[in-house]
């Protein structure tokens, strides 16, 4: 079993920047390592960036590309996730996610680790 703790979510005004971590209590070594989601009032879960384990690539949501960076610290078993320009539609919690098995890491389904999430507002 996998424990995952994010933190750094919080409120900011648009165009600001934010970074969110994730501690996780071990690695899983399969296709998806781990990845960051989010979920707003009233809609489905979307994949935001993933991390992959073979290639060590990532992989992130159109809405984010250019904006957002996820990158890791392997010694601190920690998934950062950068976030820079932000607009109010980033508005969302978000959750960091581990073990995703399968080949599309933006899809929430695959993974079976997910944390309880750290709340973005931008205004």
């Known amino acids: 079993h996998v424990q995952l703790v994010e933190s750094g979510g919080g409120s900011v005004q648009a165009g600001g920047s934010l970074r969110l971590s994730c501690v996780a209590s071990?690695?899983?070594?399969?296709?998806?390592?781990m990845a960051w989601f989010r979920q707003a009032p009233g809609k489905e879960r979307e994949g935001v960036a993933a991390?992959?384990?073979?290639?060590?690539?990532?992989r992130y949501a159109d809405s984010v590309k250019g904006r957002f960076a996820i990158f890791q610290d392997s010694a601190k078993r920690t998934l950062y996730l950068q976030m820079d320009s932000l607009k109010p539609e980033d508005t969302a919690m978000y959750y960091c996610?581990?073990?995703?098995?399968?080949?599309?890491?933006?899809?929430?389904?695959?993974?079976?680790?997910r944390g309880r999430g750290t709340q973005v507002t931008v205004s």
């Open positions: 991390f992959y384990t073979g290639r060590g690539s990532t």
């Open positions: 996610a581990a073990g995703g098995l399968g080949d599309n890491c933006l899809d929430p389904v695959v993974f079976g680790y």
């Open positions: 071990a690695y899983t070594h399969v296709n998806c390592r």
